[in-house]
């Protein structure tokens, strides 16, 4: 939804802009394409991502600013008003494919799972350290998974180490005739990422602070990729008397996009203005 994403943050010579989850740099690249003549701050956890936004983005580097840091303290990070704020949640396919990362059953590696990989805590960690009844709630209340208690007695049973011995942990507790065991594989490893990275609570505490980092006439567009952070946004939009919405309804990928990156699929675009 890149054309979505550029039309809501509305770029014009001498804009500032923010992209608090450059990754790659994709987003950004588009933007600075449209319209050479603003300056970004380019904001991304994993110092990896980072240095590939660096290198995508080069043609503007004396126009952006580049910054590895957790988008939750923005405050510290960006300390002047801004014309517009993009957050592109949860994690990029550069991650998604690096076996070393953790990410994915579908690369044997790591159980890591880290955005920011200076920061100690792996899901590994998160596996051992949480009781079997912690390791349940988390993959209910995350994962919004049914089988969520036997799902976490068997990965605390069999200590899984590896991405691969997890993903069997998950799927031998399913009942045998289960249909689909990897989609809900796939939501408990998106359990297991969201407690690791603290990825609902940053997004709760950041959403005013971005309001308040915005210029009158700023605008915020937030891309979301599951429901629980969609919940997030669409309750804050609707509680925050400082901003007009600009998506009563959001703004979801075509059937030609989702063809050509089905990772696309649950994307969800909100769009809101300071007023
Ligand atoms: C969906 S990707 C962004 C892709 C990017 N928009 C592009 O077009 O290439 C999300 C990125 O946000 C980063 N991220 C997630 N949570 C973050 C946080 N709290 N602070 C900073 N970066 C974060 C991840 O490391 C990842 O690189």
Not at 137 to 158: H, L
Not at 183 to 189: E, I, L, N
């Given at each position: 939804m890149v054309v979505e994403v550029i039309r809501y943050l509305n770029p014009a010579p001498g804009?500032?802009?923010?992209?608090?989850?450059?990754?790659?740099?994709?987003?950004s690249y588009h933007l600075l394409q449209?319209?050479?003549?603003?300056?970004?701050?380019?904001?991304?956890?994993?110092?990896?991502?980072?240095?590939?936004?660096?290198?995508n983005l080069s043609a503007w580097r004396d126009r952006i600013n580049f910054i590895h840091a957790n988008f939750v303290s923005l405050h510290q990070l960006v300390t002047e008003p801004v014309d517009g704020i993009l957050f592109d949640l949860g994690l990029s396919s550069l991650q998604l494919e690096d076996?070393?990362?953790?990410?994915?059953?579908?690369?044997?590696?790591?159980?890591?799972m880290r955005f920011d990989t200076?920061?100690?805590?792996?899901?590994?960690?998160?596996i051992t350290q949480s009781?079997?009844?912690?390791?349940?709630?988390?993959?209910?209340?995350?994962?919004?998974?049914?089988?969520?208690?036997?799902?976490?007695?068997?990965?605390?049973?069999?200590r899984p180490e590896t991405?691969?011995?997890?993903?069997?942990?998950?799927?031998?507790?399913?009942?045998q005739n289960?249909?689909?065991?990897?989609?809900?594989?796939?939501?408990?490893?998106?359990?297991l990422r969201i407690k690791v990275n603290n990825e609902l609570s940053n997004l709760q505490s950041v959403l005013p602070v971005a309001v308040d980092l915005l210029k009158p006439g700023g605008r915020l567009v937030?891309?979301?990729?599951?429901?629980?952070?969609?919940?997030?946004?669409?309750?804050?939009?609707?509680?925050?008397?400082?901003?007009?919405?600009?998506?009563?309804?959001?703004?979801?990928?075509?059937?030609?996009?989702i063809a050509d990156n089905p990772r696309a699929r649950s994307a969800k675009l909100r769009a809101a203005e300071k007023l």
């Open positions: 804009k500032v802009f923010v992209d608090a989850t450059v990754g790659g740099g994709g987003h449209v319209e050479p003549n603003i300056r970004l701050y380019a904001i991304d956890c994993d110092s990896t991502s980072l240095q590939v936004a660096i290198r076996p070393q990362r953790g990410f994915s059953f579908r690369h044997d590696g790591p159980i890591d200076s920061v100690p805590f792996t899901a590994y960690n998160l009781s079997y009844w912690e390791l349940a709630q988390i993959i209910k209340q995350y994962g919004e998974e049914r089988y969520a208690n036997v799902i976490a007695k068997n990965i605390k049973q069999r991405t691969s011995e997890l993903y069997t942990a998950i799927v031998d507790a399913l009942p289960y249909r689909n065991k990897s989609k809900v594989a796939a939501r408990v490893f998106q359990a937030i891309l979301s990729y599951h429901s629980l952070e969609d919940r997030i946004v669409k309750h804050f939009f609707k509680s925050c008397n400082s901003i007009k919405i600009l998506t009563p309804k959001p703004i979801v990928p075509s059937a030609t996009e």
